[in-house]
Structures are given as structure tokens and as C-alpha cells.
T-cell receptor, first 114, second 116 residues
Framework: NAGVMQNPRHLVRRRGQEARLRCSPM?????VYWYRQLPEEGLKFMVY????????ESGMPKERFSAEFPKEGPSILRIQQVVRGDSAAYFC????????????FGDGTRLSIL | AQTVTQSQPEMSVQEAETVTLSCTYD???????LFWYKQPPSRQMILVIR??????QNATENRFSVNFQKAAKSFSLKISDSQLGDTAMYFC?????????????FGKGTKLSVKP
């Protein structure tokens, strides 16, 4: 049973470009969560999605960031017009349902902004 | 708002010894869940152990056990018979029982080094 798959593993962008990070949840999981980890910090919650629905986006910056989890295909975290401060590791986690279900994490995408 | 504090940025332990990592949290909730995650140099986040706040019995998973003190809002992790493969960052995390149920709140982590 494949785990949570994130790609790319590393992504390099220049300031002003767009970054797209993909996450395929574990088989049978319909809930996806995105977290950001800055250097020397713990993970910070960004957004929680179910298929075609955003459940909680209280941790998402108000501008330039968006997330989706379509009916078919992976969840996408999109960052427009990237800035140096967006450099971080972005982790995706999935669970079979909401509530108390352990979240299984992917290996993360390390985003570097030149 | 809930907060999670890990007061030990770094710790080290000799192989086969026992080490305890500290975690405290602040919440006004009565029902919630607590977790310890491990992040080795490979950067993968691995669930180590979990505890439901309404359960008085401390959770155990093989060499890993917790000391959950609800009144003190303390949730420490004990690793027995430490192994070289236990070298990693360890993160304590909190989740509310209801409401925003996907929102894991993490501490800043403790870097554990197991020495041969």
C-alpha cells in the first residue's frame, strides 16, 4: 500500500515565478492536509481539504497561496509570484476521514527560491 | 489558542540507555489528542505514538512510552534501550477533538542524538 506521494521532492524557482506542489494521498484516504516547515522550526498547519472542498484554510497566507483537491487527481498547493520567504519544506498528510485519525505524512517538497 | 512547547532543543543519549523528551501544551479544551512524531535526516515524518486525553492510561509502543499528566498539561516521551536509528528530530503535536479536526499544532522539536 503506497504511502503519501509528494512531488517534486525538490523545486527551485526564481522570485516572481509560480510553484506547484503535488500530493497524492494514501489509497483510501480522502482527507488531505498541508503543512509548512521553516528551517529549525516545527510544522505549521496551512490547509485541510476533502475532495472538492476546503474544510479549513486558517493557516494559509491570504495572498498568493491556494490549494485544491479535485475529484480526480492529486491535491495541489499553488504559490504565485514566489518570494524568498516562501523557501521552506512543504509537507502533505492524509487520513481516511476527519476527526481523530492519525495523519500519514509524505516526504515533503523542499522549495528553494533564488 | 493552543500552543505546544518543547523546552529541550537538543539532547543526546548513549546507545542502550533511556532518554525522556519533554513536552508541555496549553489549551482550554477538555478533549483532545496528543502525538509524538519522529523526523530522521531523511526528513520523513513518522508517527511514533499517540494519546487520547480522555484515557488515563499512558500509551506505549514497544520501546516508546509516554507520561501523560493532564492536569499539568505535560506529555513526555520516554525512549528505552535507545538505538542509533532513533537519532532524529522529535516533534510533539496537539489536535483538538472537534472543530478544526485536521489542525495538528506542533512544537519546535527536540533534536536527539544517540551515540554509540
Amino acid at each position: 500500500n503506497a504511502g503519501v506521494m509528494q512531488n517534486p521532492r525538490h523545486l527551485v524557482r526564481r522570485r516572481g515565478q509560480e510553484a506547484r506542489l503535488r500530493c497524492s494521498p494514501m489509497k483510501g484516504h480522502s482527507h488531505v492536509y498541508w503543512y509548512r516547515q521553516l528551517p529549525e522550526e516545527g510544522l505549521k498547519f496551512m490547509v485541510y481539504l476533502q475532495k472538492e472542498n476546503i474544510i479549513d484554510e486558517s493557516g494559509m497566507p491570504k495572498e498568493r497561496f491556494s490549494a485544491e483537491f479535485p475529484k480526480e487527481g492529486p491535491s495541489i498547493l499553488r504559490i504565485q509570484q514566489v518570494v524568498r520567504g516562501d523557501s521552506a519544506a512543504y509537507f502533505c498528510a492524509s487520513s481516511p476521514s476527519g476527526g481523530y485519525q492519525p495523519q500519514h505524512f509524505g516526504d515533503g517538497t523542499r522549495l528553494s527560491i533564488l | 489558542a493552543q500552543t505546544v512547547t518543547q523546552s529541550q532543543p537538543e539532547m543526546s543519549v548513549q546507545e542502550a540507555e533511556t532518554v525522556t523528551l519533554s513536552c508541555t501544551y496549553d489549551t482550554s479544551e477538555n478533549n483532545y489528542y496528543l502525538f509524538w512524531y519522529k523526523q530522521p535526516p531523511s526528513r520523513q515524518m513518522i508517527l511514533v505514538i499517540r494519546q487520547e486525553a480522555y484515557k488515563q492510561q499512558n500509551a506505549t509502543e514497544n520501546r516508546f512510552s509516554v507520561n501523560f499528566q493532564k492536569a499539568a498539561k505535560s506529555f513526555s516521551l520516554k525512549i528505552s534501550d535507545s538505538q542509533l536509528g532513533d537519532t532524529a528530530m522529535y516533534f510533539c503535536a496537539f489536535m483538538k477533538h472537534e472543530g478544526s479536526q485536521g489542525n495538528l499544532i506542533f512544537g519546535k522539536g527536540t533534536k536527539l542524538s544517540v551515540k554509540p
